[in-house]
């Protein structure tokens, strides 16, 4: 039983040999396809940047006509309150509350996409410039292995010795140490949004528990409104 266990281990030993050599073979043809599949990467993260600008921007845009619409009937209560009419003051201020609720929600929704055009933008550059000099490195491992082999065919024509090749294993952990940092960075987004979620609980609890004033109801927008008429 031992002997053939150890045959069984000396032919899995074999096997990983075998694998090694094929990897390190082909070491520069994988580096150049991870970069094919890192650019393609790029321009998915690009596309995606330009869908949530462009989301951001209809936002941002909803805000505005939000903030026209309050205004709007800020001027309607207050003719009403002019006219002693305060039934139809109160009946603007519910709808001027509503559209600042909305207004908020609104708001809070382009702040998010405004967030995530920043982190996003930051981690493509950081990728680019990465995968610019991931690629200065590659050029120059090639030219640096076009010139090992040339003075392995010298040496061999000459002295019938063989050169070894370490340049390929190097690139690897290249690649290996970028891949760590990518990692890196998306979990410190994730962080950053856990962060926010919870800074978000943190103000409804407050709200819900009346520490800070809600500042979206009818009346506090009537008091508000009854504040300016007597000014």
Known sequence: MNVWRKLLTAVRGGAHEVGEAVVDSQALRILDQEIR??????????EALAGIMARQKLAAER??????????YEGYALKALDADNETLAREVAEKIAALEAQLGEERHQADGYANSVAQLRKAITQAEGNLKRLKQQVDTVKATES???????VSQRHSGSQAKMHT???SLERIKQKQAERGARMEAAEELAAEANLDGQLEGK???????????SADSVLARLKNRATT
């Open 63 to 72: 805000v505005a006509k939000l903030q026209d619409q309050i205004t709007e």
């Open 37 to 46: 599949d890192a650019d393609d990467e790029l321009h998915r993260s690009r």
């Open 206 to 216: 407050l709200r819900a528990a009346g520490i800070t004033p809600d500042a979206g």
């Open 147 to 153: 010139v090992h082999k040339a003075q392995l065919a």
């Open 168 to 170: 390929a294993l190097e």
